[in-house]
């Protein structure tokens, strides 16, 4: 696995294609005509929470070139929900991305009347919540913001189905670690700790899920979240109880942002990796968001299907 000084200065090297990408959005939008249809009507627009980190922002380009492989013809706008985010981009890195109304409005003023609003969130949470009401409204509207139709892609994890491809995806991950340890061979001493975002909503239940699922597989498979329940003074107790020598934190994170290399892998006090640390001689982090996977990417491309079908499962 490449270092992470060398995964962000890659990262660094796509910031002028991800900016002149942004601003030939921006002029697409405002060259085209209002009311006159594209040849293709439809769109999708992915969308995300945001960030301003290099590593991340080239996550998000590599997902949105997956995306216009998969379906060509169609037009394909990324939007960040975060004003926070979009307001450091515009002003560090002259880098502008719409958030969801923008980008929606945007792709009807150019003729797309069919779209799909793809969320890149990891659980139906809050913001996923937000987007599902601002297309409820949106349906509602006429004139220039009405729509033929305009459906929701559903989140990384949206079911049962959804964790069992997941946790096959995390054992990869393991094991591309470096790390072989599993459940059939003699007792591990390592244990692997799940950490999300997390907000308190209910569908924070499908780490839990994700994790007992994952548990088939090894030993000691905890689940936390960093807003949310369990938070990080659960695991530690948990991880207590374990009591052997190796931890593994793998990041629920779409991209390597600052909770993965902030909160979770860095060197203050209270990140998960140094708290960890006061209790276990070795810990680790996999610096890899799960958006820069392609088996992760495809759950997210079948959800995308799904919508379009205008079904409300993502079974084959």
Partial sequence: MATVDAQVAGAEQL??????????????????????????????????????????????????????????????????????????????????????????????????????????????????HQLASLLGGLRQADGKLSFQSLKLGLPLLSGIEDCRAVSRIIFTMIEEAGEQDRKSDPPSQQAIVLAGHGSGHPADGLYLTLSQILGQSYRCVIAGTLEGYPGIDEVLRKLAVFGGE???????????????????????????????????????????????????????????????????????
């Fill in 246 to 316: 190796r931890v593994m934190i793998v990041p629920l994170f779409l991209v390597s942002g600052a909770h993965v290399n902030r909160d979770l892998a860095g060197d203050g006090p209270d990140s998960w990796k140094s708290r960890v640390g006061l209790l276990f001689p070795q810990v680790e982090v996999i610096f890899q968001g799960l958006g820069e996977r392609d088996d992760v990417c495809s759950i997210f491309l079948d959800h995308t299907r799904a919508a379009m079908r205008g079904i409300t499962n993502c079974q084959p």
């Fill in 15 to 128: 910031l002028p294609q991800f900016r002149q990408s942004s601003q030939e959005r921006l002029t697409d939008m405002s060259e085209r005509t209002v009311g006159v249809p594209a040849p293709d009507e439809t769109a999708i627009v992915l969308t995300a929470y945001g960030s301003v980190r290099p590593q991340a922002l080239s996550t998000f380009r590599r997902i949105e070139d997956r995306y216009r492989q998969e379906f060509p013809g169609c037009e394909i706008r990324l939007a960040f929900s975060s004003d926070l985010m979009r307001r450091k981009l515009a002003e560090r890195e002259r880098i502008f991305v719409p958030g969801p109304l923008s980008a929606l409005a945007g792709v009807r003023d150019g003729g797309r009347k069919t779209v799909v609003a793809q969320s890149l969130q990891i659980v139906p949470g809050n913001d996923f």
